[in-house]
């Protein structure tokens, strides 16, 4: 299985149990029309293979007057990049239902060589429609279907989504499951509660809930990208800082264990904004 980058799809993960069905807005828990939300976040993050810099990457989003945009950014580092450019770019922009993102318009390029590709999704409420370029030399066996697209959001709300609701419900620390349609492939993201710990990061210290994420096929994949027998076991891990005042808790470390070593993505500094104010790194201690 090819691996994608996986804090923008956080698809490097597999499922564990028998399927079930992914939460969304309208099964989880009513909250207030007043849903504490961060004004803005902004994070830095750094990527590691067997302990060796491979990835810089960078999410941020605004939420005001009950819409929302965000974009996030990733790229080779360290000696990787002697060897491998590249770098992805996403935004997207769309409304808030609740503490859920409702995605608008997905953009997403992807520049690796002589692959380079976008792709744009636009969810017009009646379909969800991606325009590709170049396009797949496949759909995936069977592609998704108009009603699986429907009941998905893009991959960077996803984490959004994700960030947005760790910590919210008091039965669900991980919160509930992410629903995805990256253009082609239709996933989910099931949420497993792990633990709670103390964090010691460049980033962030203080308490963190640890999530294992299980990446689960549903449609568009090829026979060829689907996940093998030891990574539908191997969930990725999450920790998500334990910071519910300032509405959301943001994902401070990935974890994966690969076959040859452990990659991982932690958090370099983290700025959340909440009305007139800003909290760094320094105030999440």
Known sequence: MRHKPFLLALASAAMLAAPQQAKT??????????????????????????????LNASLDARLSGGEYESDALFETAGLVRWFKKAEIEAEVEGEMDRSYPKPKNYRHMNAAGSKDRTIEITFTGDDVISDVNPRFGSMGQPPATREERLEAVDALSAILQMALNANRHADRPCGYDARVFDGKQRYDLRMIYEGDYEAKLKGYKGPVTSCNVYYIPVSGFDPEDLPDEDMENTPLRVWFADTPSYGVSMPVRFELQLDFGKAVIEIRDLDIAMGDSLAGADALD
């Open 25 to 54: 807005a309208d099964d989880a828990p009513q909250a207030s029309s007043e849903t504490l939300l961060p004004r803005a976040i902004d994070a830095q993050y750094s990527g590691y293979l067997l302990g060796i810099k491979v």
